[in-house]
């Protein structure tokens, strides 16, 4: 079944001793409970279990309570064993939320607020509330193209680090690549810098206005943005090419009077469109680009100025350079082969494709040549060229478990998907328990290239054509109290660079602290863990190693937590969606993560 989470690993409940009655009890629970068995696991062991001085004064008063707490974790360990990340309970509770983060305050002091008795209570509470006061972004890895920090000479930045120019600014997207960047404003217009877009000025710089851009992709040379109304911009990347080239004519603000526009760029429009069906989503290799409609249809494009996508991944079998339609290089082409299939999500690598049906079934076409496609390397066939159908069913052959693949991530020669398996019954078994009855069981692959650590699978594997599952974030439960029972922990996002990779975790958050809470009454987010290809500082560890199981990374704002005093490292907690007021207004916004070409970054999303 797997580990069982008593108390969620990433601040959602714990179990609590009470002094008085001597038993173990569900109470309302405060984050920051790593339970990592991990030896590189940032939680230090006075975190775990106190100091010395902490043990001997509440000795006495835990001692039966302790006993009683190990006895019911037994219990619930003996249902699951461990793998991963996370394969052991610990439901030793502390005393007090003075002794967990290494402050001795009397709670009734004066002149310290309970705003900053819960900041010095728990860095992930910290951490979301820095979120909603200092919205931004931190950037960090390959700083060659000057764009995780514009306005730094360094090569490389070792640690996440704040772009100065998005101090206070919400975006609504954010792609990232070595030599250039790309985002879309809270109004919905397009910056970019960076050298590959400008070798003068590397500020961010507003290149495509009031356009409503919701969502953007990048290519080798140009950037792919979508409006709301299902339209497609390919602009050049380069500032000097952005002049030159015909200008399309736009609406402006008198009615039946078009004007042109500043810069260079081309629209992505399939053809045969259904009534009121639009593109909705878009996902860019080096030289490909899918889109997704709302009527779940596929088409693909060539998606740079400099190469015709010619390893299959547009999913047209037969279709070159040389063999293309007459028309623009650019223009969409439906992937007439998932015709009939109500496809929900879209993927692409370098020069890979991937797409997700609403029946859980995958669907891969492009260059296989290190298995990424989940299929075995055939030397003599390194590409596919039509839509192939992942067999997900193997990947669970003999055992009494019935998969569906939820979500789909790829980049680079990696390919990830998360999978639902459901507990069936056997073939010599009349029935399941009711305990294991349609019990789910969430597991993430992966496949592709393993050498610099991008399967996550723990191994250093050249190519690895068969699915591996990701121990470290498959097999995940926790207690929910909404729900009453132990529900198994799914990733909400998987972000894929071009060596390396993060998955946000769909644990159980909180960020409903108030004024009118005790204390106690604090706020977390959700895990993100990084793995893969470190050469440039990419994984924001601050080490060059590379790392091949998924890890934690350290707090964003370090300073913050030196001023409080912390003693111990904690790890960096994703923040999310929420409500806030911000400069005298109320708006959601969210942490998001972005990991690029040798390069990642976090950054407030509305």
Aim: net charge positive; proline share 5%.
């Amino acid at each position: 079944m797997g580990p069982i989470l008593i108390s969620s690993r990433r601040a959602s409940s714990y179990l609590r001793c009470v002094s008085r009655t001597q038993k173990l009890n569900w109470t309302s629970f405060r984050p920051g409970r790593d339970f990592s068995s991990r030896p590189d696991s940032k939680e230090t062991h006075e975190e775990r279990h106190g100091s010395k001085n902490t043990h001997q004064a509440n000795k006495s008063r835990f001692g039966a309570a302790t006993l009683s707490a190990l006895g019911f974790g037994l219990v619930f360990y003996g249902i699951g064993y461990g793998t991963g990340l996370f394969n052991w309970i610990d439901v030793f509770a502390e005393s007090n939320a003075e002794n967990r983060s290494g402050f001795d305050f009397p709670r009734g002091e004066k002149g310290v607020s309970k705003e900053d008795r819960r900041e010095l209570l728990s860095s992930q509470h910290l951490q979301v509330t820095k979120s909603w006061e200092k919205p931004g972004v931190y950037a960090w890895g390959s700083n060659s193209g000057r764009v995780v920090a514009p306005d730094s000479e360094d090569a490389v930045v070792k640690s996440p680090r704040r772009i100065p120019f998005f101090d206070g600014v919400l975006l609504r997207d954010l792609k990232l690549d070595r030599d250039f960047g790309a985002a879309i404003t809270e109004k919905g217009d397009l910056l970019q810098w960076g050298k590959a877009y400008s070798i003068s000025s590397f500020l961010p710089t507003v290149t495509l206005r009031g356009k409503n851009l919701v969502s953007l992709a990048l290519s080798r040379d140009r950037i792919l943005a979508l409006s709301a109304n299902g339209t497609v911009y390919s602009i050049p990347v380069s500032q000097s090419d952005q002049p030159s080239g015909p200008k399309l004519l736009e609406s402006s603000w008198l009615p039946f009077w078009s004007i042109r526009s500043n810069i260079n760029y081309r629209t992505i429009k399939p053809k045969d469109l259904a009534w009121g069906e639009k593109v909705c989503s878009i996902s860019s290799g080096l030289d490909h680009v899918l889109l997704l409609t709302s009527n779940g249809r596929i088409f693909s494009a060539a998606s740079a100025s400099e190469d015709f996508p010619a390893k299959g991944q547009l999913g047209i079998p037969g279709l070159f350079w040389a063999t293309r339609p007459e028309g623009p290089y650019d223009q969409p082409h439906e992937v007439s082969t998932l015709r009939g299939f109500e496809v929900s999500q879209i993927a692409t690598g370098d020069y890979h494709s991937l797409a997700l049906d609403k029946e859980g079934r995958v669907f891969a076409f492009g260059s296989n040549s290190a298995g990424q496609l989940g299929l075995d390397v055939n030397s003599q066939v390194v590409m596919v060229d039509a839509p192939s159908l992942l067999p997900v069913q193997k990947l669970y052959s003999g055992t009494n478990y019935s998969p569906r693949v939820t979500s789909i991530a790829a980049g680079g020669t990696n390919s990830f998907f998360t999978v639902d398996a459901t507990r069936v019954a056997g073939p010599d078994e009349d029935g399941v328990s009711n305990r294991d009855a349609r019990a789910v069981t969430a597991d993430t692959f992966s496949c592709g290239l393993g050498i610099w650590g991008g399967l996550g699978n723990g191994r250093w594997t050249h190519v690895q054509g068969t699915p591996t599952k990701m121990k470290a974030l498959s097999g995940l439960f926790e207690y929910d109290e909404k729900q009453g029972r132990v529900v198994p922990i799914r990733l909400a996002h998987i972000s894929a660079g071009s060596t390396h990779a993060c998955a946000v975790m769909d644990n159980v958050t909180y960020v409903g602290a108030h004024e009118q809470g005790s204390d106690n009454d604090t706020n977390w987010g959700a895990d993100v863990l990084w793995w893969g290809g470190n050469e440039y500082f990419q994984l924001g560890t601050r080490k060059r190693n590379n790392v091949s199981t998924p890890i934690y990374i350290a707090p964003l704002n370090l300073e913050a937590e030196r001023e409080r005093g912390r003693r111990e490292e904690h790890r960096f907690q994703i923040t999310p969606r929420k409500r806030v007021k911000l400069d005298g207004r109320y708006v959601n916004i969210e942490q998001r993560v972005e990991c690029g070409r040798a390069v990642s970054a976090i950054y407030s999303g509305v």
